[in-house]
């Protein structure tokens, strides 16, 4: 049975004022499948990533053609109110930017900002995200600490409690664990296949091994352009275009 | 751009070609231990057994530490993987050369049953596989490799031919049963090494283009498939 496609983009482009840095991206994300985006510095990853919650709105000179489709309705549509679609599509970042505030304001911060939750249904949704972002047992004695007090990768599984706690439908990850320890980067890893079960990840990162080792679907991307996407054990083991095989090899010069 | 890498996969390369080697030298020297009556040979085959097996273990060792310490991807992954693979193939292939030299041993002691004909073809096509696997290997060819691996069907009925004619020797008269039993062990010890020879033919697709085609396993799988629907 094929996965259902929660993300679809069309001839994707975009530009930072004359610069070209998206050239008609064609990818499709499944379901409940972690895809990962690999590639050299200043190949458009992160520009594609933020394009799918309309992050780079707030750069000015940007603009963005084609298509982005959630659930097959258009994100880029006049119709779509922009704070809805980053509430479906959530985002955590390369080096961890908790608020500086408690641990428990950090996670009820969305919740109560989006009246989401009142009262003691803030405090079960807090302890339910920290419990799936696998933080719960470190901080449930100190919620009311600032969260600047954490350590850098609990600082990390603190913002994804954050973005867990407003039930988003697709989690974006930037990076998340270039400022982080291999241990903290172990759990975060393995907190992201446990996800999946919920949310649909997309994922940025340098590191070719933790694509291999998180994600199902691997896209390999090259100045702006899709080069190869397929099944991550695919291009890992037997990728089918020669820039990929250079590039997963090291072979790149 | 040249990798450090690179230097450590050649030295793997090498060190299977130097296995490579000594396999097929062990073979030849066992066969014409054979056709020629000649005990040198054998022992010539016993000398190389030792290098044989310290260089199988020498190239596991070397994989393991490649898997461990590069994490390999794409061709490399499969050019190590295969790398141990043909390793244990080639040592498999050296151990049934060590087997035909000593059964050569036993048939000098006694009177010739008669003028050797197929075993000599026999030997001849797995030694002929052998060579190709091998050079297939080297070239990464994948084309050559198909081939060794259809040439395996010949070996196999020539060694039933061989099988069937020994027979009717031993039905005619007992006391040849002994040499007839020998020459059976060397139709399918070389029979044996020709299958070696696929196998290496069947990794070397595998390593050059991400292919399996052992135990014909697209057939199997669909057929599996069409069962589960």
């Known amino acids: 049975m094929d996965p259902k496609v929660k993300i679809e983009t069309k001839n994707l482009d975009f530009f930072y004022g004359?610069?070209?840095?998206?050239?008609?991206?064609?990818?499709?994300?499944?379901?409940?499948?972690?895809?990962?985006?690999?590639?050299?510095?200043?190949?458009?990853?992160?520009?594609?990533?933020?394009?799918?919650?309309?992050?780079?709105?707030?750069?000015?000179?940007?603009?963005?053609?084609g298509d982005i489709r959630l659930d097959g309705e258009d994100i880029n549509s006049p119709r779509v109110d922009v704070v809805e679609l980053r509430k479906r599509v959530g985002m955590v970042f390369q080096k961890p930017n908790p608020f500086p505030k408690s641990i428990f304001d950090n996670v009820a911060y969305g919740l109560r900002i989006n009246d989401l939750a009142k009262g003691a249904e803030i405090d079960d949704v807090v302890e339910n995200s920290l419990r799936e972002a696998a933080l719960w047992d470190e901080v449930k004695d100190r919620l009311d600490e600032n969260a600047f007090a954490l350590s850098g990768g609990q600082q990390q599984r603190l913002c994804i409690a954050r973005a867990l706690a407003i039930r988003p439908e697709v989690i974006l990850f930037d990076e998340p664990c270039s400022a982080i320890d291999p241990i903290a980067t172990a759990k975060i890893e393995d907190l992201i296949m446990k996800l999946k079960q919920r949310y649909t990840v997309i994922i940025v990162t340098h590191n070719m091994q933790q694509a291999a080792r998180v994600s199902d679907f691997t896209a390999f991307m090259m100045l702006g352009e899709l080069i190869e996407f397929d099944k991550t054990e695919k291009i890992f083991t037997n990728p089918a275009n020669r820039l990929t095989e250079d590039y997963i090899t090291g072979r790149f010069g | 751009m040249e990798r450090h890498f690179d230097e450590e996969l050649q030295s793997l390369n090498e060190k299977l070609l130097r296995m490579a080697r000594?396999?097929?030298?062990?073979?030849?020297?066992?066969?014409?231990?054979?056709?020629?009556?000649n005990e040198l040979y054998a022992q010539e085959v016993f000398k190389r057994e030792g290098p044989i097996n310290l260089l199988d273990v020498d190239v596991d060792e070397e994989c393991m530490r490649l898997l461990a310490l590069r994490q390999p991807m794409a061709s490399d992954l499969r050019f190590i993987t295969s790398g141990m693979k043909i390793g244990s193939e080639l040592e498999r292939m050296g151990d049934l050369a060590v087997n035909i030299a000593e059964v050569s041993l036993d048939l000098l002691k006694v009177p010739p049953?008669?003028?050797?004909?197929?075993?000599?073809?026999?030997?001849?096509?797995?030694?002929?596989m052998v060579k190709d696997s091998l050079n297939a290997f080297v070239s990464r060819d994948e084309k050559l490799a198909r081939e060794v691996c259809l040439r395996d069907d010949e070996v196999d009925s020539l060694n039933n031919q061989v099988f069937r004619e020994l027979l009717t020797y031993m039905m005619n008269d007992p006391a040849s049963i002994n040499r007839a039993v020998g020459f059976i062990l060397v139709g399918r010890h070389l029979e044996r090494i020709a299958d070696h020879a696929t196998n290496i033919g069947e990794d070397v697709i595998f390593m050059v283009a991400g292919k399996t085609i052992k135990h014909h396993i697209e057939e199997i799988r669909r057929e599996a498939a069409a069962k589960a629907d």
Do not use: W, Y
Request: charged content about 20%; overall charge positive; proline content about 5%.
């Open chain 2, 113 to 128: 049953i008669k003028p050797l004909i197929d075993i000599p073809r026999m030997a001849a096509l797995a030694q002929g």
């Open chain 1, 18 to 65: 004359k610069t070209r840095a998206l050239k008609s991206v064609n990818i499709v994300c499944a379901e409940h499948m972690v895809t990962a985006l690999i590639g050299p510095s200043g190949c458009g990853k992160s520009t594609f990533i933020r394009t799918l919650n309309r992050m780079n709105d707030v750069i000015p000179g940007t603009c963005v053609t």
């Open chain 2, 22 to 37: 000594l396999v097929e030298e062990s073979i030849a020297l066992a066969v014409r231990s054979l056709k020629d009556r």
